[in-house]
């Protein structure tokens, strides 16, 4: 997508969320490059944004965007390293991502209603009820699925194999079926061993899926 065209208030948003996440000083490899963590991953939301509607609004390619804005800076170990911990953290990631985002979206010229409906996408009030916070949630699950479930599964190998099937039956029921259609695709570019832990967390919670290795 050439951004040159957008609007120029959507333009100075997404600029302005990328001068933010290019000071992570974590990195990620993509190819051919070393890029600053968390503007890689708002990149690779937009481009599946972009894979799944050639209509995304300005609100949702704002959120996309903007969905880990500054995440580095809220970081995981300043809470309990638990199960309740873990969620508080990341009730307290999205409050943050919505307010910087809100504050981005009012200087480029946004109105107030704008960016409280941005903000609301990003603490994901309307999952499933509202388009664009579902569009969103698809995107950044086919995000984790092609970027970093392997990475995940490795840093986690003291899961059980029942533990797993939960995370992946979680995020599959948060999908819409277009972001089920889009993951199928995906599952087949993984290494056989997730394939096979994906496909057997599907097929336990739905009848109309194989027993092992999904692909499109």
Known sequence: MDESILPERLRCALNQIDT??????????????????????????????????DTPS????????AQHVERWTQPRDAYP???AGYYQWRQACARYHAERTVNIMIGCGYSPEDAASVAAILRKQKLKADPDTQLMEDVACLVFLERYFQEFHQQHDDYD????????????????EAGHQAALGLVGTLPETLQELIGAALHASTDDLPPTRLTH
Do not use: G
């Not at 933010?20 to 968390?38: G, M, S, W």
């Not at 300005?58 to 965007?65: F, N």
């Open 58 to 65: 300005e609100h949702v390619q704002i959120a996309c965007r």
């Open 81 to 83: 390293m638990d199960r």
């Open 161 to 176: 194999q029942a533990k797993w099937m939960r995370i992946l039956q979680r995020t599959w029921s948060k999908m819409s």
């Open 20 to 53: 933010f996440n290019q000071q992570d000083p974590r990195q990620e490899r993509v190819e051919p490059a070393l890029l600053p963590k968390e503007y890689a991953y708002s990149l690779h939301m937009t481009r599946w944004l972009w894979a799944l509607t």
